[in-house]
């Protein structure tokens, strides 16, 4: 039985020790919004925060998680979608089929989160997320949206 800090919450999973973290999350406690990609962590649209990092759910055990690490969510990010990232994704409307997004916003507020200013290169550099639809210039200009928000205080 694995005990897991998820969105807040410690949960027992009675699940296998080399489950991935990806299928402990939507198999077992219904969180489908972290979503399967590649399977082998290179796609990004597992991404999930695990003490405020940005990590790839599906290649992760959960033997390798301690009950005190704080694993966060697409759906625990902001349960009401009023995180920053968020609301710029929507009034951008960056997604196309939006598969891909939830691991996308996961891994920008990762970012955001290390850097509140990041340069063109830093996100080239750390939002190695593929989307398949090519929403990537859509995602750097919501990334400086969010920044010039929060300068101005309209983010935080």
């Known amino acids: 039985m694995a005990k897991l800090n998820i ?62 690490q704080k694993i966060v969510t697409i759906e625990g990010l902001s349960p009401d979608g009023s995180h920053p990232v968020q609301q710029v994704w929507e009034e951008l409307d960056v997604p196309q ?9 996961m891994s920008v507020a990762a970012l955001l989160n290390d850097n509140p ?19 990537f210039n859509r995602v750097r200009r919501g990334i400086h949206l969010v920044v010039d928000k929060s300068k101005r205080g309209g983010a935080s």
């Open 117 to 135: 200013n990041p340069s063109d290169r830093d996100i080239d550099d750390n939002i190695t997320n593929i989307c398949r639809c090519g929403t």
């Open 97 to 105: 089929c939006g598969y891909c997004q939830p691991g996308m916003i």
């Open 7 to 68: 969105n807040g919450e410690i949960v027992e999973v009675d699940a296998d020790e080399s489950t991935p973290l990806l299928w402990v999350l939507r198999e077992f406690l219904d969180l489908t919004g972290t979503k399967y990609g590649c399977g082998i962590g290179f796609c990004g649209s597992c991404t999930v925060h695990i003490d405020g990092a940005a990590v790839r759910s599906c290649t992760l055990p959960i033997s390798s998680l301690k009950s005190s």
